[in-house]
């Protein structure tokens, strides 16, 4: 699928400072939800995602070795979600990459890089060793849960790693090929704590991410056969693109037939057109929730709450399509009670926000930033004002097929709106 970004979400890129995400993560889209789809590969694979094409392949070694020692894990938190590169998650296994400085002491911060030319440790285990330690959930509302006993394994499982990987496709069987998208920096940040420390270590540890899965962003033809290849290389040396450590085995793929798309509203332009928002689908259609007061608290959320909704507490599922609108209009005072870390609105996959359906002069929120993050997300005419929220950033948006209309974000510490990997969005 073409990369479209509209003229104003240019002109913001142009005077922010951006950064590359550690992980590119892809959550297959079950039923209307994302879930993440684990998958343990020694080859490439590639397979179809209702209209995408998806790639998944193993970590490796410039020798073209597969690193799977330890696969990374974070299960039993409030932010699990399968993916162990979440958010606001500690992971419970996983390798860890030595960068300069680092050591289980925790002594001095590590200068992660794009060098691959850094030792791979087996990390996080249940083995028992020298080293013991707790894993406990980071997210705020869980009060530093314990989630259980670890040990730290610092045997070597891999003398280096690759660092970049180029996704490329040909429509000749492999006569021409053409890059999709190239991805890199593999090394996801988490603290550490070790066993009966009041807290978690200073500084980060890196873990290896051992299986890459990735969607294609170009717009491959419909029903049409293509064979889509990796090449592993090293970031921090140009050369080795064109001279890689490794080529995946080449896989044949057709993609899937052509759909007839819906606009998420009839003035939507751009990347973001289509953009289902929480409309949901045939098999798992959205449901709407009525905002009917403006209280806000973040760790008790009433009925009728924006908050309430936006979480799906109803529902217990995060990610199921929904609707949002508003019957009452006026400023939603973001709990000033709740530690600053906590007052942020997540708006995640399948959501849309219809603040234009909010009475008198609108909705306005005060106090709190809001992250969209994710894909399938349409926000329509909401205010933000910063003001003693915790962000730098009145509002920021990473994902897929998201939708910015009508919005004004104000009182930025830093920047007022700050988007990065948007594939196939619009700001308008």
């Known amino acids: 699928m073409k990369r479209f970004i509209s003229t104003l979400l240019a002109a913001v890129m142009a005077a922010s400072v951006f950064s590359m995400p550690a992980f590119a993560r892809y959550d297959t ?9 684990y998958k343990s590969t020694t080859d490439l694979e590639v397979t179809l995602d209702g209209e995408k094409v998806v790639v998944t392949f193993p970590a490796v070694d410039k020798q073209g070795k597969p690193i799977k020692a330890n696969p990374m894990t974070a299960d039993g938190q409030l932010m699990s979600t399968g993916n162990p590169t979440a958010g606001w998650t500690n992971p419970t296994s996983g390798m860890i990459i030595e960068y300069n400085n680092w050591s289980p002491e925790d ?7 794009n060098s691959g030319e850094h030792r791979v440790l087996m990390g996080v285990v249940d083995t028992k060793t020298d080293i013991p330690l707790e894993i406990h959930d980071p997210y705020p509302d869980a009060n530093d849960k314990f989630i259980k006993n670890a040990y730290l394994d610092t045997d070597v499982v891999a003398d280096n790693f690759c660092t970049g990987y180029s996704i490329q496709y040909s429509e000749d069987n492999g006569a021409t090929w053409k890059e999709d998208h190239e991805i890199s920096s593999f090394n996801h940040g988490k603290k550490l704590r070790k066993a009966g420390a009041e807290k978690d270590d200073n500084f980060n540890t890196f873990f290896l991410e051992d299986q890459i899965t990735e969607a294609l962003t170009t717009n ?36 899937a037939t052509a759909k007839e798309l819906t606009p998420a509203f009839p003035t939507v332009e751009g990347g973001g057109k289509f953009s289902q928002g929480g409309r949901g689908t045939v098999d798992a259609p959205g449901d709407v929730y009525v905002v009917t007061n403006l209280t806000d608290s973040v ?23 929904r609707t949002i609108v508003f019957a009452v209009g006026g400023t939603i005072k973001v709990d000033p009670a709740a530690g600053k870390n906590a007052r942020r609105f997540n708006v995640t996959d399948n959501t849309t926000i219809a603040g234009q359906t909010a009475p ?30 915790y962000d730098q950033d009145a509002a920021t948006a990473s994902g897929e097929n998201i939708v910015i209309d009508h919005c004004t974000f104000n009182w930025g510490v830093d920047e007022c709106f700050t988007a990065k990997e948007l594939i196939n969005s619009s700001i308008q």
């Open 107 to 113: 002594k001095a911060k590590p200068s992660n890089d």
């Open 360 to 389: 008198g002069q609108g909705i306005t929120f005060y106090g709190g930033s809001f992250k969209f993050s994710g894909k399938n997300i349409v926000v329509r005419y909401i205010r933000t004002k910063l003001g003693e929220g």
């Open 29 to 37: 889209d079950a039923e209307g939800a994302g879930t993440y789809e």
């Open 299 to 321: 760790t008790d959320p009433q009925p009728g709450s924006f908050r309430y909704g936006l979480e799906r507490r109803d529902t217990g599922n995060k990610t199921a399509p």
């Open 220 to 255: 491959l033809k419909a029903g049409t056969e293509y064979k889509i290849k990796v090449i592993a290389f090293d970031k921090s040396i140009p050369s080795t693109k064109t001279s890689p450590y490794y080529t995946f085995t080449p896989q044949t793929v057709v993609t």
